[in-house]
């Protein structure tokens, strides 16, 4: 038996390659994680952003590796083999009071909680110039009509891109209307302001999207890194236990960061299935391309190259059929 530990865009690339495994997951619907945002901002329904299928849906985990044997609120679970594929979290203890004050956006519900909220206030700041808070921010905007602030620490937006996209963001954003505010740190949310070292922000809505990190159970489970996530080897097994593996965001190499992004999770997820029914594969890292969408505006990485306009618009159009097709026709419910 083989069983998959958390259904999303790694686990359910894993399940393609051996559809008998069991997937275990805390929600019976695997998310669109990179359309959400879109779903926030009120341009798509739920039927974009989530599809049903026919996981375990389960409220706790607790691994027994010795005995190989997982338990959960609907039972045990023996496995011969066991990948784990529990995602990412925003990190918000990063900043004061985010925790407190801020909203999120890393689940379905974080975006309804967005859509909801952002109908009853005039004044959001976002926190995090990657290319969560700058799509946010920007279709935020122009969707919504509210006063958009983004806060970005770094003296460039998207800084681990290039810095075309980089540039192609500032300007798309402020001729949108969103008010820019680079090499800016926020340092404390409260339940009105954003207080940064330029000065207090009004917000009546602040969203993080400062950050991500593994989900803090990594940390039962053996070896990780300080951003929560589990130290696996080169062919994804997990360097604490036999016959385990870990794949996507919540998985990365002790000597370098595996980058978090969908089309990684992807390769990883099938990669760590392959060498769990018996293959020796090394993984390697590779992003394909990071567009974004802000209104019209398509623009990215492909590579290391810049690409705007219809190409850009076709790249994120196949990424999303890709991810629709994911979970299998056979699995749907
Ligand atoms: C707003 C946003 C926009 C993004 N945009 C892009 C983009 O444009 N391009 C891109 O490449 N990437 C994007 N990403 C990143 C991308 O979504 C992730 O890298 C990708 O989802 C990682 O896949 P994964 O399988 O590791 O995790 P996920 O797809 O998140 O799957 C994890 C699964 O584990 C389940 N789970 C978690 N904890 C538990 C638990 N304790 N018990 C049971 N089940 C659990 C979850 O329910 C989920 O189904 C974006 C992320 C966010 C939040």
Request: glycine share 10%; with cysteine; net charge neutral.
């Amino acid at each position: 038996m083989i069983v998959v530990l958390g259904g999303g865009f790694a686990g359910l690339s894993a399940l393609s390659q051996f559809p008998s495994a069991v997937v275990l997951d805390r929600k019976e619907y695997f998310t669109l994680t990179p359309w959400i945002i879109d779903y926030a901002c009120g341009s798509v329904g739920e039927d974009y952003v989530i599809r049903r299928y026919n996981a375990v849906k389960i409220n706790w985990v607790k691994p027994d590796f010795k005995d190989k044997v997982i338990l959960t609120d609907k039972g045990k679970f023996n496995y011969d083999k066991l990948l784990i594929c529990l995602g990412h979290r925003q990190n918000l203890p990063r900043v004061k009071g985010a925790k407190d004050y801020a909203l999120k956006i890393e689940t379905f519900e974080d975006a309804k909680k967005i859509r909801e909220e952002v109908t009853k206030v005039k004044d959001v700041v976002v926190i995090g110039g990657g290319a969560t808070g700058v799509e946010l921010a920007g279709n935020l905007k122009l969707n919504r009509g509210v006063n958009v602030t983004l806060v970005q620490r770094r003296n460039r937006l998207l800084p681990t891109m290039t810095t075309s996209s980089s540039e192609k963001a500032k300007k798309v954003l402020e001729e949108v209307g969103v008010n820019v505010m680079l090499e800016t740190e926020a340092q404390e949310v409260k339940a009105r302001s954003v207080v940064t070292n330029r000065g207090e922000v009004p917000s009546e809505l602040t969203i993080f999207a400062g950050g991500l990190k593994g989900p803090e159970i990594i940390d039962e489970f053996g070896h990780s890194n300080k951003n929560h996530r589990m130290i696996v080897d080169k062919e994804l097994r997990s360097i604490d236990h036999k016959d385990v593996y870990g794949a996507g965001d919540c998985a990365t190499f002790e000597d370098g960061e595996v980058p978090m992004s969908a089309d990684v999770a992807i390769n990883m997820g099938k990669t760590a299935m392959k060498n769990a029914l018996g293959d020796s594969v090394k993984f390697e890292p590779k992003r394909i391309a990071t567009i974004l969408r802000i209104g019209s505006e398509y623009f990215g990485d492909l590579g290391d190259s810049y690409v705007e306009g219809d190409l850009a618009k076709l790249l994120k159009g196949l990424a999303y059929v890709h991810s629709r097709t994911l979970i299998a026709p056979t699995i749907l419910v």
